[in-house]
């Protein structure tokens, strides 16, 4: 297995050596709001292999929930002076066995631990249907923003979460509005749920917001890296600060970028909008590989001025939260029952990355074993060998590489988590 350089430096130097200035305006006389997010954590509980996979005891781990809890409190300290904030993307569910096991349950708990002031839904959080999510929100201790979801026909979660919120900090107001893709229905179980066009909503959500004496507009987004850009180019005389998620997308500004992704922008990405307004796209990977860390510098009337941070890498130098480490004993007892069962063994790495765009080996292992999966359901005829002869897999169903020696349940189920059902058809 292949694993990336480890950074040997303290904790402390990598926010400092990480941070990068937009510009060298004075800034006395603005406004400095932090913005620390996370996004897609996708129940990566556990420190996991770089490429967000089950970690073995002789590998190099990184990442983690206790990582994570660690750096959000240090931050919110040290930036208290900036009028932190702490925001989640959304994608809490769905990755792991933890949450195979878990479910709503263990990740409200863990979230709660650290509450963010704003979150939004992912559409992993619809993968059990709405009766899915229904508790998980009622159990949060965070608000729940999703401005452009219509839950009039789905009526147990009308009243539990929102279109947007105020947050208060040195007597400015900050406006958050949450949203969700428009095209969610096509994946997850979403019910009768209704959603909106992303740019249209935040536009009137804004203007509510804007009412009530907000002039700092953030979205938390849960729509990708490409569709923030088109909110930003549509929504952005609105807007200020896009918090995105869905894509999985490192951004980074600079050369050397900590950790094991290639970044696909800068970090911030900076969309100037036609009327001239500017806004700034943040997202930061996925797998709780990192966590987001941007301070934006205001004036009086809410415009974007400047701007500097980085997203920080959660290597493995990177401290973990006692009271984290402490509340997943238990849990970790019964998912480590199933999960670090052996079942098998691979001779090469089963890698991911080409199935995107060609023949891959690990989907060739996964639906050789769909298939294998019905040779002794399918009636054996003398004309052909099985009835079920090809299998078919999507990409997305793929999540993580499998790499070379023994295979837990853990590796499998985190490789592909869904509980879907095999069907076979004429």
Known sequence: MQHFKSFGVLFLLIIAIVKLSHGQINRDDLFPLSIIHINDFHARFEATDSSGGTCEADEICIGGYARTVHTVKHLLEEQKENNAIYLNAGDSFQG????????????????????????????????????????????????????????????????????????????????????????????ANTGKLIFRNE??????????????GANIIIVISHCGYDVDKLIAANAGSEIDVIVGSHSHTFLYTGDNPPGPDRPRGDYPTEVIHESGHRVLIVQAGAYAKYVGNLTVFFDDDGNVMDFEGAPIFMGAEVPEDPEVVAAMVPWKETIDAQGKVIVGETLVDLLKYPCSYEECNLGNFFTDAMIH?????????????????????????????????????SHLVTMSPFENILTAFD
Not at 105 to 113: A, E, G, H, R
Not at 389 to 409: D, E, F, K
């Open 199 to 212: 740019s249209d909503t935040i536009v009137e959500e804004a203007a509510k917001l804007k009412a009530q």
């Open 373 to 409: 999966a019905f040779l002794n359901l399918a009636p054996y005829n003398e004309e052909a060998w099985t009835n079920v002869a090809i299998g078919l897999i999507n990409t997305g169903a793929l999540r993580v590489p499998l790499y070379r020696g023994n295979l837990s349940y």
């Open 96 to 187: 792991t066995l933890w949450y195979n096991i878990g479910r709503w349950n263990v990740t409200s708990q863990f979230l709660n631990m650290l509450p963010a002031d704003a979150m939004t839904l992912g559409n992993h959080e619809f993968d059990h249907g709405v009766e899915g999510v229904v508790p998980f929100i009622e159990a949060l201790n965070s608000p729940m923003l999703v401005a452009n979801m219509d839950s009039t026909n789905e009526p147990t979660l009308n009243g539990i979460y929102g279109n947007s919120t105020i947050i208060e900090r040195n007597n400015r107001k900050i406006g958050v509005i949450g949203v969700i893709l428009e095209t969610t229905y096509d994946l």
